[in-house]
Each structure stands twice: as structure tokens, then as C-alpha cells.
């Protein structure tokens, strides 16, 4: 098992492009969050999924903002019309069930310029 | 809704005790955990606890809470300069079917050889 991954690990954009982001979890965990963290802070929620099903969306997601898990498995965070406020580290993490511990994983920084 | 603080820095000697301090206002049961986050990187779980435990200990780390001024600690023994990172609490209510975290916004530790 070699953890969550994330691609791209660092991601640079012009305002106003859209950009879109992977996170493969670990193994056979249906559940999986993504947050974002703005420098010195701690991590805020943005949505999680149970397997396909995007449960919640937290007000942090605007309607650029749109996330799938197409088959219970990878998830990817679009973001669309890029703004210079959407620079941040962008962290999934997974977990095994409603009341399993997330693991992260190495986040994807994005720079929009 | 949620709060999680801490304080923002802690600097220790090498071979020191560090003690990372944090409070949170959920007043429902709840699981509080620690990660660790070093530059560029994810965060990685250090250890968890229940709020019907008062403390864990895992080798060099001791969780201490105080439930009833919502107040939890993390020791770590025999600091070394590889613990210096960022390290940050977070708390999940365990009746809600969410379960996404709610992070402080993190305490540096900086270990002085």
C-alpha cells in the first residue's frame, strides 16, 4: 500500500485557466476528502465523497469549483476561471469508513499568477 | 460550529520534553488527533484519541485531555532536531455522519541543537 497520492505535486497557472487535479486514495477506502490550506493555516474542508457519492460541500467550494469520484476509486478537483485567491496547497485525504482515521496525502500546491 | 486553537510557535533544545498546547469548543464527544506537517509536505498522523480517554501514550508522544476545559496536549520526549515541523490538532464530532476535521491553525516547533 504506498499511501494517498496527488498530481501534480505543484501546479502554476495564469488567472482565468482552469486546472484539475488527481488523488488516487489508499486501497479499498470509500471514503475521501479533499481540503485546502492558504499559508499558516491549518487545512479547511472543501467536500468528501462515500464511494461515487459527493455528500457535502462545504461554502469554501464556489461554483468554479466542481469535484467528482466517478467510480468510487480516484477523485479529481476542477477548478474553473482560476483566480489569484485560489492559490493554496489542495490536500485529499482517504479513509476507510465513516469512522476510520484520514491519511493524507502530499498535496498540490497551485500558484495562479 | 467548531474552533480549534493553538499557539504559534515553541522553540526546545535537542533532548528536551516538548509540550504543544491546544483548545477546541465541541462540546459533543469527539475524536482529537495530532498530524505533523514538514516543508512542502502532506500531513502525517501522529496519534488520536477518544474524548472518554484522558491519555495515550505511543513511544515518545503523550496525549494528555482535558475534558472538561476542552484542552489537549501533546508531549513529545526526547525532542530531536527531526521533530521540528508544524504540528497541528484536529477534532472531528463523532455523531455527525461528516467527519471531515476541523483544524487549529498549527504550532511550529523548532528543535535547537
Known amino acids: 500500500d504506498t499511501g494517498v497520492s496527488q498530481n501534480p505535486r505543484h501546479k502554476i497557472t495564469k488567472r482565468g485557466q482552469n486546472v484539475t487535479f488527481r488523488c488516487d486514495p489508499i486501497s479499498e477506502h470509500n471514503r475521501l476528502y479533499w481540503y485546502r490550506q492558504t499559508l499558516g493555516q491549518g487545512p479547511e474542508f472543501l467536500t468528501y465523497?462515500?464511494?461515487?457519492?459527493?455528500?457535502?460541500k462545504s461554502r469554501l467550494l464556489s461554483d468554479r469549483f466542481s469535484a467528482e469520484r466517478p467510480k468510487g476509486s480516484f477523485s479529481t478537483l476542477e477548478i474553473q476561471r482560476t483566480e489569484q485567491g485560489d492559490s493554496a496547497m489542495y490536500l485529499c485525504?482517504?479513509?476507510?469508513?465513516?469512522?476510520?482515521?484520514?491519511?493524507f496525502g502530499p498535496g498540490t500546491r497551485l500558484l495562479v499568477l | 460550529g467548531e474552533d480549534v486553537e493553538q499557539s504559534l510557535f515553541l522553540s526546545v533544545r535537542e533532548g528536551d520534553s516538548s509540550v504543544i498546547n491546544c483548545t477546541y469548543t465541541d462540546s459533543s464527544s469527539t475524536y482529537l488527533y495530532w498530524y505533523k506537517q514538514e516543508p512542502g509536505a502532506g500531513l502525517q498522523l501522529l496519534t488520536y484519541?477518544?474524548?472518554?480517554?484522558d491519555m495515550k501514550q505511543d513511544q515518545r508522544l503523550t496525549v494528555l485531555l482535558n475534558k472538561k476545559d476542552k484542552h489537549l496536549s501533546l508531549r513529545i520526549a526526547d525532542t530531536q532536531t527531526g521533530d521540528s515541523a508544524i504540528y497541528f490538532c484536529?477534532?472531528?464530532?463523532?455523531?455527525?455522519?461528516?467527519?471531515?476535521?476541523?483544524f487549529g491553525s498549527g504550532t511550529r516547533l523548532q528543535v535547537q541543537p
Open positions: 484536529a477534532e472531528t464530532p463523532e455523531d455527525t455522519g461528516r467527519r471531515a476535521l476541523t
Open positions: 485525504a482517504s479513509s476507510v469508513d465513516l469512522r476510520g482515521t484520514q491519511y
Open positions: 484519541i477518544f474524548s472518554n480517554m
Open positions: 465523497f462515500q464511494n461515487e457519492a459527493q455528500l457535502e
